[in-house]
């Protein structure tokens, strides 16, 4: 049987030799179930994981969407990160290059002013909320003119404090537009406020193929706080590892665990990822890693968001992760496209019994078993690497499970929930389109 293309989709044929010129033949699952939708002009709900192909499944149709002669901005995509928003635009700018299309990014740690100048000469603006209600404020463009709101990552911009903000913005966008959903999880808030922002929406539910997926190896490593460093190290000198990323709570403890880690091993080439950074130092930062010039990237939850990189082999949660959901989104960076990866955990004695319920939650009951018992406060388990300091920091946990599987982006076979694609369609309210359906269609024939 032969497969699906970007053709048979209703994708136009620039676009189509634009992908190919990247080796892009075949849409991935989540593209061949929401670009017709798109395309059609429906509203979509889309709940996929990272990695999964949604850039494309959202800028491809995009692309065909928007004329080259129409009022800019036309389209805005939302994301709640530097890095998310810059790898969109790098996705996007060679299908919209071949539509005669332009793409502008909004984000802080450069200049407003040129930025300023680009987006407001952009048909499609790609935008972190805060930074973008900053240009608005000071009137470098309007949203008037815009028919395509995309939300992209939308459960983090909840997770992060965005509601406020693109509650504001959402307003100044008109309400014939089309809207474009994309969240790991389609349940709780995100649910409440997919439905806010759109009208019979089309749903998808896409999670990466079992086939696709590695399996994660989980180790509970409990460990008193004198001796996290000594056990860090030792954990990156072992043999086989590669790419690994290390998670750290705040951008002052990411900064002095690579100086520690540059003191204490010549081995290990590390460099910190985080919001304290300039957009130069991060992405350099991201370079590095990607290319291998560095081995670890120590980061924080909120600078790590977005980042999507190929043959990570280990992530270490060197301070505990917040929740249940931050598990998850952590140690789902491993263990990607078949190839198997590994979590550890560093364990504190009053951090056990949340990190318990996180991992027995998500299906680890035997993983946490196998970790054996708490270590005390003041025991030392390698005692040539004594600290001076006995000040901790205290444990702060939660258990916000917002999926039962726990399967969220970046998931994996290994949280023991199954993994399987699927597609969900959100019927049409009966009596024919709404009235801003109508003023949306209406809207498109005049652009």
Known sequence: M?????????????VVDSLRERGIEAPFPIQR?????????????????????????????????????SRRPAALILAPTRELASQIVDEMEGICHARAL?????????????????????????????????????????????????LDEADRMLDMGFKPAVDRIVKQVDSSRQTLFFSATLEGAAGKLAAAYTIDPKTHVNRNSEEKQGKINHRFVHVSHEAKLETLVGELEQDGRGRTLVFVRTKHGADRLVKKLGKRTKQVRAVAMHGNKSQNQRQRALADFEDGK????????????????ADVTHVINFDM?????????????????????????????????????????????????????PVSIHAESHPKQRSRTSSRPKGKGGNRSRNGSGNRSGSSGGYGG?????????????????????NRSRGRAQS
């Open 2 to 14: 032969t497969k699906q293309s970007f053709a048979d989709l209703g994708v136009s044929k620039a």
């Open 33 to 69: 179930q929401v670009i017709e939708d798109i395309l059609d002009g429906d509203d979509v709900l889309v709940q996929s994981p990272t990695g999964s192909g949604k850039t494309l499944a959202f800028g491809v149709p995009l692309a065909d969407l928007i004329a080259a002669d």
């Open 102 to 150: 332009s793409i502008a990014a909004v984000y802080g740690g450069v200049g407003l002013q040129q930025q300023a100048r680009r987006a407001a000469k952009a048909h499609i603006i790609v935008a972190c909320p805060g930074r973008l209600e900053d240009q608005l404020q000071r009137r470098a463009f309007s949203l008037e003119h815009v028919r395509y709101l995309v």
């Open 294 to 309: 560095v081995d670890t990237l120590v980061a924080t939850d909120v600078a790590a968001r977005g980042i999507d990189v």
């Open 321 to 373: 992760p917040e929740d249940q959901d931050t598990f998850v989104h952590r140690v789902g960076r491993t263990g990607r496209a078949g190839a198997d990866g590994n979590g550890v955990s560093f364990v504190q004695a009053d951090q056990a019994r949340e990190m318990g319920k996180i991992a027995k939650s998500l299906g680890l009951h035997r993983e946490w078993e196998a970790s054996g018992g």
């Open 418 to 438: 199954k993994s399987s694609g699927g597609k969900s369609s959100g019927g049409k309210s009966g009596g024919g389109k709404s009235k801003r359906r109508q």
